[in-house]
């Protein structure tokens, strides 16, 4: 089955700074790679996504990226906020599965 | 505009007795899923589902069986709850025959004593 690994899984940035978080992911077949962000006592909520037909997606002040030949994905988020201090996740869906496999999570904090 | 509801945030429950974790969802999606959070593990599949009266193994389904008799509820059952089953329950739902991203319910935390 498919494994997916996320570093690191604590990230503290100055407020303002920018902050990556990196998943890999085992299986050449998987084509979607959506990413949560679950904050302290909440459900865990879509943040953005990408298909492998796609090198890299932004909205806003988070973009996310993907090496398919290296299989690996990335979140990135520029001009951090206080707010988005949360736990992250990153997941990889295989071929035509439609359940997700996760990552692990990261602890993300922004000081201010 | 809560769309995926769990039935109960807090749960206790003693060793041996047979659990209930309900799940609905409003979106009429077809996909179904179980999954327990826990620190450092991330979100572990239990049982999904595509559609009623169908139901597949998760990676860790073991000492679980689910029930999804009508499109929008998905029950998850402990059939003898040990205290390794003390842990965040998260429900989710997904729509179509393709992969999408899941919509979350908040979430049952479950402690068995």
């Known amino acids: 089955g498919e494994n997916v690994e996320q570093h690191p899984s604590t990230l503290s940035v100055q407020e303002g700074d920018s902050a990556v978080i990196k998943c890999t992911y085992s299986d050449s077949a998987s084509n979607y790679f959506p990413w949560y962000k679950q904050e302290l006592g909440k459900r865990p909520q879509l943040i953005i996504d990408i298909r492998s037909n796609v090198g890299e997606k932004k909205d806003q002040r988070i973009a996310v990226t993907l090496n398919k030949t290296a299989k690996h994905f990335s979140l990135h988020i520029t001009e951090t906020q206080p707010e988005d201090s949360a736990v992250y996740f990153c997941?990889?869906?295989?071929?035509?599965?439609?359940?997700?496999?996760f990552g692990s999570g990261t602890q993300l904090t922004v000081l201010p | 505009d809560v769309k995926v509801t769990q039935s109960s945030r807090y749960l206790v429950k003693r060793t041996g007795e047979k659990v209930f974790l309900e799940c609905v969802q409003d979106?009429?999606?077809?996909?179904m899923f179980w999954y327990r959070q826990d620190p450092g593990l991330g979100l572990r599949l239990i049982y999904f589902s595509y559609d009623v009266k169908m139901k597949e193994k998760g990676d860790i389904p073991e000492g679980y069986s689910v029930s999804r008799e009508k499109k929008e509820r998905f029950s998850l059952i402990l059939e003898s709850a040990s205290t390794n089953q003390t842990s965040m329950y998260l429900c989710?739902?997904?729509?179509?025959?393709?992969?999408?991203?899941?919509?979350f319910g908040s979430g049952t935390r479950l402690t068995v004593v």
């Open positions: 979106m009429d999606h077809e996909n």
């Open positions: 989710a739902s997904s729509p179509g025959q393709g992969v999408h991203g899941y919509t």
């Open positions: 997941a990889a869906s295989l071929g035509s599965a439609r359940q997700l496999t």
